[in-house]
């Protein structure tokens, strides 16, 4: 029986960048060394490196005047980095707090710096992104910080605010399922262990001209700017993850990029809705249908009984990973990329067959 | 002909860690899937890691009253970590000047507490490690910084200086190689990526009362505490590194632990250093006997063309990454747990051949 993984991170991964990854990994290229034993300066990983930072230019459409960064640390890392560089005398930080995650990233931002919240989605329980029109933001903005995807509370901002400051994103979560609008950004940060990659590398991009006027009296390797200079070899990189990257990134260039993939996700996406909206109340979203995660479709059920015994018969039918998150319960069902729509079309049978059973 | 690979970082690794890897990696003991694409909280990674985690504590004989962390950003972001965590009012920090490595880790504490140099070798230009007696501490030391083996220089700490304050060492270059003095220290780190396993991760051993008074204002992942609290799953861990390096800590337990480790690493030092000592002035070694390191062992040739032309012939022999930093030249052997003691053999009869063509 295949199985399908629905964890919201790490999460599943093209089969074939997996395959390829291990046909190479103890032999790379005829080289008689595996390429994590490599030097990271030398031509084989210079070559894989370079690849993997044309490939996302290409594949995410980078403007010219933005950089692209592999890092490491996690999103966790850039809450910090972000206030450190871009924060202070005169400059502070508005944030949405649309979530869990926006909600880390501010507490660690408000060490660093001035900050405020733009817009609170707490009293709603975090079911919905903002409308723009409900954003206020304060004299000396240097950014508002959005969180494009709560991965835990299953909502998606689909109505990028273009509210006359730079925006900064955390895309952890739908990185590299759709275009991002560049205009609106100074710097788009994820860490790559949903769509782009395994654990372990942050793909950042920034927009040159922001990091002219970063703070530098900050330790070396919390630097973008360092970074930057460096192209991403600054310090020795995360080799692993950083080769998958590239695979990935490939992978997903040949088969239509960006477009043809937010096709699918829409596909996908719809196909589990529709289950949900079609139950008559047996399976219920807790998110206002606008805001909808097309990565994370977190539902309920009519008990939390019902859910654990989902759960079980889920995980029997070999569909792994859909526990919500610790702190909401229910279901989740992470939809990123590389899950295929067959996965998909498994979980809503299963959905189908339990719900009449139950019934 | 046998590959043999004397980079000083990413460098070897066991093969038969890689080709474990090799077999586990598109699918993880009949799960379906691979380790790297399961949650970081599910029960397999959980394995894992706290396989890897007790691994540790039992091959480095960790005391009771430490902890053992997995991070990422390698010994750079500990160069920042280190003293933002640890210093602050009344507590100055103490670095030896050892080497690049020290010079980077006290550049980046400046800007983040009080510190000082406690030692400076560099009128001699970095060949040799203090005597613990040229050390010179000042009131309110909070640590002794020291890096145990300064990879570019090639010289390694034999006499560590107990001098009454807690040392905080970087091991990168040497952990694993030799047992700690765990009386000395507070805290110790290490990137992976020589002894331990690939790129992207770093382990940091940290005594349990030295938490209790770290810094709290500081981002949440920069936080030592958060991270002992978290069991280094507070955020998403580098999962391949982690599962990588727990192989190679389980083949070195199999191979009779640090003390066979060590004594393989002073026979494969002895050969080589014999080699540079009894060629008559032809290879020559700009360390000081008893600082030479037993893990990087530096040495120049009469002229930088006899160098290039020493350098292609080694690579044409399938002897590679032997080039000296390039910030001192000449050649450099890193001769890291996983270098076997026939690649030093093979190095040592090219050495040998070279000599006889060239003098």
Chains 1, 2 share one sequence.
């Not at 880390?104 to 707490?122: F, I, P, Q």
């Not at 975090?126 to 206020?136: A, C, G, N, T, Y």
């Not at 606008?290 to 009984?305: A, C, D, G, K, Q």
């Not at 029997?316 to 067959?342: E, F, T």
Request: aromatic residues 10%; negative net charge.
């Amino acid at each position: 029986m295949t199985v399908f993984n629905f964890s919201a991170g790490p999460s599943t991964l093209p089969s074939a960048a997996l395959r390829e990854a291990q046909d190479e990994l103890v032999e790379y290229a005829g080289s008689g060394m595996s390429l994590i034993e490599m030097s990271h300066r030398g031509p084989e990983y210079t070559a894989v490196h370079e690849d993997a930072i044309a490939l996302a230019r290409t594949v995410f459409r980078v403007p010219d005047d933005f950089s692209v960064l592999f890092l490491q640390g996690g999103a966790t890392l850039q809450f910090s980095m972000v206030p450190m560089n871009l924060l202070g005398a005169g400059r502070s930080g508005g944030y949405l707090m649309s979530g869990a995650w926006a909600k880390k990233a501010l507490a660690d931002a408000r060490l660093y710096g001035e900050t405020y919240m733009a817009w609170d989605g707490s009293a709603s329980s975090f079911d919905h992104m903002p409308d723009p029109r409900e954003i206020s933001l304060q004299a000396a903005t240097r950014y508002l910080h959005v969180t494009s995807n709560e991965t835990i509370d299953g909502i998606q901002m689909f109505d990028w605010p273009d509210v006359g400051v730079p925006l900064i994103g955390d895309m952890s979560s739908d990185v590299m399922s759709r275009p991002i609008p560049w205009q609106l950004f100074d710097l788009v940060y994820a860490g790559a262990q949903k769509n782009l990659g395994p654990a372990g590398a942050s793909i950042v991009f920034v927009r040159d001209s922001a990091l002219e006027s970063t703070n530098r009296d900050i330790g070396a390797y919390l630097r973008y700017d360092l970074h930057r200079d460096g192209n991403s070899l600054f310090n020795t990189p995360p080799v692993f993850s950083v080769w998958l990257i590239g695979k990935v990134l490939k992978l997903l260039a040949d088969q239509g990029g960006l477009d043809a993939v937010e096709a699918a996700g829409r596909d996908k996406a719809a196909l589990l809705y529709d289950a949900i909206d079609s139950s008559s109340g047996f399976y219920t979203s807790p998110v206002q249908v606008e805001s909808r995660s097309l990565m994370n479709v977190v539902f309920r059920l009519p008990s939390e009984e019902l859910e654990t015994k989902f759960l079980g018969i889920c995980a029997d039918a070999q569909l792994h990973g859909l526990k919500g998150h610790r702190s909401v319960g229910g279901v989740r069902a992470s939809i990123y990329n590389a899950m295929p729509l067959s996965g998909v079309e498994a979980l809503v049978s299963v959905m189908s067959q339990f719900r009449a059973e139950s019934g």
